[in-house]
């Protein structure tokens, strides 16, 4: 589990501004009618947009929030669901038994749904879209990041599980050759789950691919430092919100 259901999202650096944000319903090509939160900025834009990828338990509280601390830094954000062929509609708390869910996820499906939230947010005057994706979302986020249609001005993962093998596509690893955008990625150092090997074969495939990326590692921090211990690891956290501003900024045009 990646967060508890009192987890609420670190505030970004500096002064917010005030936003307000919605559930929607999205369709996808084929049919799929998936829930998703959108939430803008009611002042200035910074620039860029973002889409925010959940762990395993989809559309919960915690991503509709995290939304929403995106657009009072002047972001927009939609923050989508996985599970609208399985689970239908239905409420993402902590009642949703969603492992049998992530268990029928297929990569093709996803990226349909991925299509029908960029499709939502595509507007040329509010910059480039960024994926921003946690846990099974931060592996998501790169698996997304080999399409080169969805047209990213980057991909952000936050302690991305580099070694599942997606729907018979290869882990993260394998296909971390074919990624097609700049890439920012955070570990925890102490995160059992992603040994530091694996983060160094992500950052040597990203090279060898000639893709632009930042690795960072918080030395001290476990899975899920963001979100279910971003009180117990505020620096890291802190860090870690300037680093995802700083590049969605720096590559939104």
């Known amino acids: 589990m990646c967060y508890d259901d009192n987890a609420r999202p670190p505030m970004p650096p500096g002064t917010p501004g005030h ?27 910074a620039g860029g947009q973002v889409i925010i990828y959940p762990d395993v338990r989809g559309l919960h509280q915690f991503y509709k929030e995290l939304a929403l601390r995106f657009a009072e830094a002047g972001i927009p954000a939609l923050a ?31 990226f349909q749904d991925v299509t029908a939230g960029l499709a939502y947010m595509r507007d040329p005057d509010k910059g480039a879209i960024f994926p921003v994706g946690f846990c099974m979302g931060g592996a998501m986020s790169l698996v997304s990041a080999t399409n080169a249609d969805f047209g990213f001005g980057g991909v952000v993962a936050f302690y991305a599980g580099l070694s599942r093998n997606f729907g018979g596509r290869g882990t993260v690893l394998e296909q971390a050759e074919g990624i097609k955008y700049p890439v920012l990625a955070m570990f ?43 009180t117990d690891f505020a620096a890291a956290s802190t860090d870690a919100w300037q680093q995802v501003l700083s590049f969605v900024s720096a590559h939104s045009k």
């Open 19 to 45: 936003a307000h944000g919605e559930d929607i319903v999205l369709t996808a090509t084929d049919g799929n009618r998936l829930a998703a939160y959108y939430a803008v900025p009611d002042g200035s834009q």
């Open 188 to 230: 925890g150092g102490a995160d059992q789950g992603i040994p530091p090997d694996q983060v160094q074969s992500l950052t040597d495939k990203l090279a060898l691919a000639g893709v632009e990326h930042n690795i960072i590692t918080y030395p001290d921090a476990p899975h899920s430092f963001f979100d279910r211990r971003a």
């Open 80 to 110: 989508i669901d996985y599970f609208g062929r399985t689970a239908g509609l239905t409420a993402r708390d902590d009642s949703f038994e969603f492992m049998p869910h992530v268990m029928q996820l297929k990569i093709e499906s996803f």
